[in-house]
């Protein structure tokens, strides 16, 4: 799904380049009320990450046993956020390569651990091997139970999206844009596949140190950290939730700078108030990342009793507007493509085509429709509804569901208010703010690098 979606959007990104929102292809290629949507979909969605992640930060702390108020930690965290992104793209950058030094490090080094451990390389030298797929057992509570997942699942690969978008400041997107791609797709099967998949063999869902298990002890660490724990490796567990402190801290970085480029990019489209829009002289959005920073205020909810309920409400609040957004980046994808061939245009026009081409759109889209149903279904009624009062049961489908109601919310007043209609493909602009590419020279530029590569590298390449 994601492997159609990207391409998709990179086949629009390097068609019209747009800076900061995908909402500008549902605005040309869809509806202008949906467009406003999305937009602001996709805004909140980066806004609720910074207290998100700020509070899932805190969480990891509490793993130690920390006499500290959360409250200190999450200032602290606060400021490090807002001081890195004060420096605008330089020091972002610099931090996040940083940043991902250390979790490319972590997550490959726990791989060969989880390896090591689950084949009995462990200091006590107990086999583990399938034994958590058979008891307690895998997939709890059966299709219902994966389908509850789905929200959770589409955090975490949020984002995802972001490689498409980077094709619209690439000089060669012909190039860039493929390996990118591919790149993208091995890097979801080693960094979350594999991984997940040796939590799951050395980690079984009754741990009661889990979020969300049934007893509060020692509900604040991670399946990572406790795998390592469990196998009796001194220190090492300790310095894995260092690292995944460090990872959501990271992506808390990048929230807010996303987020206020998503701001920027609405106050330029009219779509938010224009003070967002304000860059100064450094190239900063500097309202915007104030306004994004502000919001990371919420994160002292941490300090709070019910700091684990207001994490499982923003993750409600951002986890499903991910799904929305892919699903339109396909529909728009596909009538890009009606309206290309009904205008007379032809594809060999076009710099970059997606490899999946409008049957993959197609794919990404059926399957996004897919999951907003499941989703739909396991928030309606979720494992144990029946035993549930009917408060319980309301607040269960707004935590399984609640970004539909906020995408509606922003949808339908500004239908009704602008009057705007579903495009036509044949009335849609296809000419202002298309991208130039001189086509003949990047396929000449392309043809003789391709001479000069030894097979080893035309077999990565086919892959990689």
Avoid at 79 to 94: C, D, H, Q
Avoid at 241 to 256: T, W
Avoid at 320 to 331: H, Q, R, V
Wanted: proline share 4%.
């Amino acid at each position: 799904m994601l492997f159609c979606t990207v391409h998709a959007l990179g086949e629009l990104a390097v068609a019209f380049p747009v800076a900061g929102s995908f909402s500008a292809y549902s605005t040309r290629f869809l509806d202008p009320a949906w467009g406003f949507a999305m937009g602001w979909n996709y805004a909140l969605q980066w806004l609720v990450v910074l207290p998100l992640e700020v509070v899932a930060a805190s969480i990891t702390i509490d793993y130690w046993g920390s006499p500290i108020s959360n409250a200190v930690w999450v200032t602290i965290f606060l400021v490090l956020i807002i001081a890195i992104n004060l420096f605008g793209v330089k020091g972002y950058a610099e931090a996040e390569f940083v940043f991902a030094i250390v979790k490319v490090i972590a997550v490959v080094g726990f791989i060969i651990l989880g390896i090591c451990l689950d084949i009995g390389g462990g200091p006590d030298g107990a086999y583990i091997g399938g034994q958590y797929w058979n008891n307690p057992g895998a997939f709890h509570h059966g299709f219902k139970g994966l389908c509850s997942a789905f929200v959770t699942a589409a955090f975490a690969f949020a984002g995802t999206e972001l490689v498409g978008l980077a094709a619209a400041e690439t000089a060669n997107p012909r190039k860039s844009l493929p390996t990118a791609v591919k790149q993208v797709f091995w890097r979801i099967c080693l960094f979350y596949i594999v991984a997940l998949t040796l939590v799951g063999l050395l980690v079984p869902y009754t741990d009661r140190r889990l979020i969300g298990a049934s007893s509060d002890y020692d509900a604040h660490a991670s399946p990572f950290v406790i795998a390592i724990a469990d196998a009796g490796i001194q220190v090492l567990d300790s310095v894995m939730n260092v690292v995944i402190m460090i990872a959501v801290l990271s992506v808390g970085n990048s929230a807010v700078f996303g987020s206020s480029r998503t701001l920027a990019a609405l106050a330029e489209q009219r779509q938010a108030p224009k003070i967002f829009a304000y860059i100064d002289r450094q190239g900063r959005p500097l309202v915007a990342i104030i306004f994004a920073s502000s919001l990371g205020l919420l994160a002292y909810i941490a300090a709070s009793p019910n700091q684990d309920t207001a994490f499982t409400w923003m993750v409600a609040l951002s986890g499903l507007s991910s799904i929305f957004t892919w699903g339109s980046i396909c529909l728009a994808h596909i009538r890009f493509r009606r309206a290309w061939k009904l205008q007379g245009h032809t594809l060999d026009e076009l710099a970059f085509r997606s490899q999946a081409g409008v049957f993959g759109s197609w794919v990404g889209f059926i399957f996004n429709i897919l999951v907003l149903v499941a989703q739909f279904w396991t928030g309606f009624a979720p494992v144990g509804y029946e035993l549930n009062t009917p408060a319980e049961n309301a607040s269960n489908f707004f935590q399984a569901y609640l970004a539909a109601p906020i995408v509606l919310a922003f949808y339908i007043p500004y239908k009704l208010i602008m009057k705007t209609r579903v495009l036509r493909c044949a009335d849609m602009d296809l000419q202002t703010g298309m991208r130039e590419l001189n086509l003949v020279e990047l396929l000449a530029e392309e043809r003789a690098d391709k001479a000069t590569w030894p097979r080893w590298k035309k077999a990565y390449k086919l892959l990689c």
